[in-house]
């Protein structure tokens, strides 16, 4: 008999809530007012709560309410001191937003923080309001808040397919999950549609729009039913946290989760279905558990297989599965039930107990769970009467070596005993002299002892009959025969006996229990010393060959594993071209488990013939790979607890190649961060020290161009002189505006400009050096104005043209457009020359990196580069194309704002605008 289910906690766990509950006591508290859709109540009922802590003296401080012009709710609001907004500058308009950093000056007991999912105005400290509400919370301020159900990242799906609006704002089931308490308000379909029509969700246009889209009675009555069913889990976990706490041991029957017990009988399978049918009906999760004892672990492979597959079965079909290793079948279940408040066992209908054991007093599986689980409900599943089925091909010759190898176990593990015995009778015959009969009892007894020890359960009790009468022939009178002079040996041989098999029974079973206790610690090792030495790993080759040394020693068989190079292909492993083409992984496969990041392969639903097992290497960002294994036993990849295990292990390698991916991105990020501190640094230093002869060079050329005795070919030299001095003017003012960019010493000064203004200045800018080229424009009256720099902006449209004249021939044609692509508008300087080199519309705008690397042309390969930092600096883009018909195109991007204008006169059915940029989906 297994010992009682001990639900004490251990140190550890003692000293992790002594941990939690002093994070807990430093941290604020969330309340979440939740439910189906904007207009249930959620902000009023907050608002109650608040007003009535308001009242008792709490510090409350309405951070951000919306009230959407209720009445009733800005009744509620009034009195309560409110945190004025902050004013964010988003596209030339002033938006108010939540003053997160007023809040944690302030720090009130308090603050109300409405509309958990919103999204916070570019330029916030955190993009979303929830991350608001997290830093408020670690500085130990109390938070109530409102969300509705759509707002759920993990029924962002679903939310769509219902109502055909995709839902842009929302928020982490995780930071749901760790709310302090959830309030869930809930409004009737009906209701709420009148309350629609009542003026009191939305006013004037905007409720006629939700009227129209979200507010449909079949939307509102789904969500509802999402809301109550996300809260009832929610309930659901605060139980069992609850019922973990406060150790109660009792099944609770609050949700009828269902046990399935699986046996070794043939008909194991049918009752597995029976349980997943019922779960469905039900609507309730459920567990599927096969507790495996010493007996059944002796049974034959190929019915050792059979049962895993049926828990296999259980998994696929949705079960919680585990494989436990205990001595007392029902006492496992029922402490597994209670464990997980599982308030329904099913088990399949049982064969009766044979004469002898009912007359020894034996009881029923379902007898001794009736017995030791009296809050259990027993249910009872019809098998068929399957026969045993039949060996696959192949099989009888492996099925008659592994008998023949059981039983020369068997022989080998008996005669030990019997061997045992007599060796206990040889030590014991000399002594018989000096010591009295009761001594020689006690050497049989070791005797059994370690035959249990070392032997298992049959030969102890083979080992106790043995000791009886061995005991009875050679040391009670008369010797040398079976027959007893004195009556009271009896009592003693029956005592005997009886000690010896209960001795020989518990040493068994605790010999069963360390076996399986070392497994779980060796297991256990070797994950530790797989993630100690990965942790240490610096190169990908080194995580991969460790990764494949550790498990081919845990599943004794075949490990190979598959990581991603630069162009996300699946490099294959060193170790596979020791294989045999026949015996290699399908690289198909492999590449299968990386893009659905799912198992395939043995015992999976895809290729679950193979003879491989591939699973992907996930790692926090992305899937790093794929590891293949083929273990020399189907055990370890059926068996739940091993098969978590491989995955654990698949996921320890992702994460260590994730690991030393980006330690050399982080290496390479450094070196490029100081190759740019130094050319930036040489380039500054080297326009700044040439600026001084090149003015020198330039001064002299005017001089020697103004000297009335100067022959005409001194005056050419002397203009050709100042012709490369401005050019080489020109360069240096290329490098120090390039330095000054990346230095971030350009302060932009934008104001709302006219396009047609800028794209004039640059053409009279250009207009000696476009004297060549025929200069087309095609820039559309009633452009809108623009937020720019005119400076910036009309020397990136010089760049463009000079680029232009430098690539072209003399006489083609350079076009200048203009045109609004919404929510942009776009500049593109055109030609018809030779157009661009292959590959290259993104190359060319690297610093010096010109069009053709050995030319005439001159130029150090930083214009283009210079136009890119401008357009980053004015949050647009600009990109190189080929032209519609010939030549090359580069365009650039300007994202348009709203200019200022007089204000419109409000309208009654004018909706309230929204308090930010980004939009709410109600």
Same mark, same amino acid.
């Given at each position: 008999m297994d010992a009682p289910h001990d639900r004490r906690p251990s140190p550890d766990a003692l000293l992790a809530q002594m941990r939690d509950a002093e994070a807990a006591a430093a941290r604020g508290k969330l309340r979440i007012y939740f439910g189906s859709s904007a207009g249930v109540g959620k902000t009023y009922a907050m608002l109650q709560a608040a007003r009535k802590l308001h009242g008792e003296g709490v510090d409350v401080l309405a951070g951000v309410v919306e009230t959407h012009r209720r009445a009733d709710t800005q009744a509620l609001l009034s009195g309560l001191p409110e945190l004025p907004a902050r004013a964010v500058s988003y596209r030339g308009k002033e938006l108010p937003e939540f003053d997160l950093d007023a809040a944690l000056a302030r720090r009130p007991a308090l603050i109300l923080v409405d509309e958990l999912a919103h999204s916070n105005v570019p330029g916030s400290r955190h993009p979303k309001r929830w991350q608001d509400v997290e830093e408020l919370l670690a500085n130990g301020i109390s938070v109530y808040t409102t969300l509705n159900v759509q707002h759920l990242e993990?029924?962002?799906?679903?939310?769509?397919?219902?109502?055909?609006?995709?839902?842009?704002?929302?928020?982490?089931?995780?930071?749901?999950?760790?709310?302090?308490?959830?309030?869930?308000?809930?409004?009737?379909?009906? +209701?709420? /549609?009148? $309350?629609?029509?009542?003026?009191?969700?939305? *006013? =004037? #246009?905007?409720?006629?729009?939700? @009227?129209?889209?979200?507010?449909?009675?079949?939307?509102?009555?789904?969500?509802?039913?999402l809301a109550l069913?996300?809260?009832?889990?929610?309930?659901?976990?605060?139980?069992?946290?609850?019922?973990?706490?406060?150790?109660?041991?009792?099944?609770?029957?609050?949700?009828?989760?269902?046990?399935c017990a699986i046996s070794d009988s043939p008909g194991a399978g049918s009752v597995v279905r029976s349980a997943a049918q019922l779960a469905q009906q039900l609507s309730v999760p459920w567990h599927a558990v096969h507790v495996e004892t010493?007996?059944?672990?002796?049974?034959?492979?190929?019915?050792? +297989?059979? /049962?895993? $597959?049926?828990?296999?079965?259980?998994?696929? *079909? =949705? #079960?919680?599965?585990?494989?436990? @290793?205990?001595?007392?079948?029902?006492?496992?279940?029922?402490?597994?039930?209670?464990?997980?408040?599982?308030?329904?066992?099913?088990?399949?209908?049982?064969?009766?107990?044979?004469?002898?054991?009912?007359?020894?007093?034996?009881?029923?599986?379902?007898?001794?769970?009736?017995?030791?689980?009296?809050?259990?409900?027993?249910?009872?599943?019809?098998?068929?009467?399957?026969?045993?089925?039949?060996?696959?091909?192949?099989?009888?010759?492996a099925q008659a070596q592994e008998r023949e190898r059981r039983w020369a176990n068997g022989v080998r593990r008996y005669g030990l005993a019997a061997a045992a015995c007599v060796a206990a009778t040889a030590?014991?015959?000399? *002594?018989?002299?000096?010591?009295?009969?009761?001594?020689?009892?006690?050497?049989?007894?070791?005797?059994?002892?370690?035959?249990?020890?070392?032997?298992?359960?049959?030969?102890?009790?083979?080992?106790?009959?043995?000791?009886?009468?061995?005991?009875?022939?050679f040391f009670v009178l008369p010797r040398m025969s079976f027959a007893v002079s004195d009556v009271q040996y009896l009592m003693t041989f029956g005592v005997m006996l009886a000690v010896g098999l209960v001795i020989g029974q518990l040493t068994a079973g605790l010999r069963y229990q360390a076996q399986v206790a070392g497994e779980r610690e060796r297991r256990a090792r070797r994950l530790f010393e797989l993630t100690r030495e990965l942790a240490s790993a610096l190169q990908a080759e080194q995580v991969l060959q460790l990764a494949e040394q550790s498990l081919s020693h845990e599943v004794q068989g075949l490990v190979l594993v598959y990581a991603l190079d630069d162009q996300d292909r699946l490099q294959p492993s060193p170790r596979q071209a020791a294989l045999a083409s026949a015996d290699q992984p399908d690289m198909g496969t492999a590449r299968w488990a990386l893009d659905h990041g799912q198992a395939a392969g043995m015992f999976t639903d895809t290729l679950p013939g193979s003879a491989w097992l591939y699973l992907p290497l996930k790692a926090s960002m992305r899937t790093r790979g794929v590891l293949a294994l083929r273990p020399g036993s189907t055990r370890s990849v059926m068996l739940p607890e091993l098969r978590e295990q491989l995955e654990t292990y698949a996921r320890i390698v992702g994460q260590s190649l994730e690991r030393v991916h980006y330690v050399a991105v982080a290496q390479e990020a450094v070196v490029n961060i100081e190759s740019e501190r130094l050319r930036s640094s040489l380039l500054s230093a080297l326009s700044h020290d040439l600026r001084t002869p090149l003015a020198v060079v330039y001064g002299l050329a005017d001089t020697l161009a103004a000297m009335p005795a100067l022959p005409p070919q001194g005056r050419d030299m002397a203009a050709a002189l100042r012709q490369e001095a401005q050019r080489i003017n020109a360069m240096v003012n290329n490098l120090l505006d390039m330095a000054r960019l990346q230095s971030g010493a350009v302060q932009l000064r934008r104001q709302w400009q006219p396009v047609e203004e800028v794209v004039g200045s640059a053409l009279?800018?250009?207009?000696?050096?476009?004297?060549g080229h025929s200069?087309?424009?095609?820039?559309?009256?009633?452009?809108?104005?623009?937020?720019?720099?005119?400076?910036?902006?009309?020397?990136?449209?010089?760049?463009?043209?000079?680029?232009?004249?430098?690539?072209?021939?003399?006489?083609?044609?350079?076009?200048?457009?203009?045109?609004?692509?919404?929510?942009d508008l776009v500049l593109c300087v055109s030609d018809n020359g030779p157009g661009l080199p292959p590959g290259s519309a993104e190359v060319l705008f690297e610093k010096f990196t010109r069009g053709e690397r050995e030319s005439s042309i001159p130029g150090v390969g930083?214009?283009?580069?210079?136009?890119?930092?401008?357009?980053?600096?004015?949050?647009?883009?600009?990109?190189?194309?080929?032209?519609?018909?010939?030549?090359?195109?580069?365009?650039?991007?300007?994202?348009?704002?709203t200019p200022p204008s007089l204000p419109a006169p409000e309208t009654e059915d004018e909706p309230e605008p929204t308090t930010a940029a980004p939009t709410h989906d109600h």
């Open positions: 993990s029924l962002n799906d679903v939310v769509s397919g219902i109502t055909g609006i995709r839902v842009q704002e929302t928020l982490p089931d995780t930071f749901f999950d760790r709310a302090d308490e959830v309030v869930m308000v809930d409004t009737p379909a009906e +209701e709420l /549609i009148a $309350r629609l029509k009542a003026g009191k969700v939305y *006013l =004037g #246009a905007q409720a006629e729009r939700a @009227a129209r889209n979200f507010f449909r009675k079949g939307n509102l009555m789904a969500l509802r039913e069913r996300r809260t009832a889990d929610r309930v659901e976990d605060d139980v069992q946290a609850w019922r973990s706490t406060q150790r109660i041991g009792q099944v609770w029957k609050t949700d009828g989760a269902i046990l010493m007996v059944l672990r002796r049974l034959p492979a190929v019915q050792r +297989e059979r /049962i895993l $597959r049926v828990v296999r079965l259980a998994a696929d *079909l =949705g #079960a919680t599965t585990a494989v436990l @290793a205990a001595q007392d079948v029902a006492s496992t279940l029922i402490a597994y039930a209670r464990e997980h408040n599982l308030a329904k066992l099913v088990l399949g209908r049982e064969v009766p107990l044979v004469w002898w054991r009912r007359w020894l007093g034996g009881k029923s599986l379902a007898r001794r769970l009736a017995d030791g689980g009296a809050d259990l409900d027993l249910i009872s599943v019809a098998t068929p009467r399957l026969p045993q089925p039949a060996p696959p091909l192949g099989a009888p010759g030590l014991s015959w000399p *002594l018989q002299w000096h010591f009295d009969t009761a001594n020689i009892v006690m050497l049989y007894l070791l005797c059994v002892v370690g035959v249990a020890l070392r032997l298992g359960r049959g030969p102890a009790v083979l080992a106790s009959f043995l000791s009886v009468g061995l005991l009875d022939f009279q800018a250009m207009q000696s050096a476009l004297s200069v087309r424009t095609d820039v559309p009256a009633g452009l809108p104005m623009v937020h720019l720099d005119a400076v910036l902006i009309e020397r990136v449209l010089c760049n463009l043209l000079e680029n232009a004249i430098k690539y072209t021939p003399p006489g083609s044609v350079i076009t200048l457009s203009a045109s609004v692509r919404a929510p930083l214009g283009l580069a210079i136009c890119r930092a401008i357009m980053t600096a004015h949050q647009g883009r600009i990109w190189a194309e080929r032209g519609t018909q010939s030549g090359a195109s580069f365009c650039l991007s300007l994202p348009l704002g």
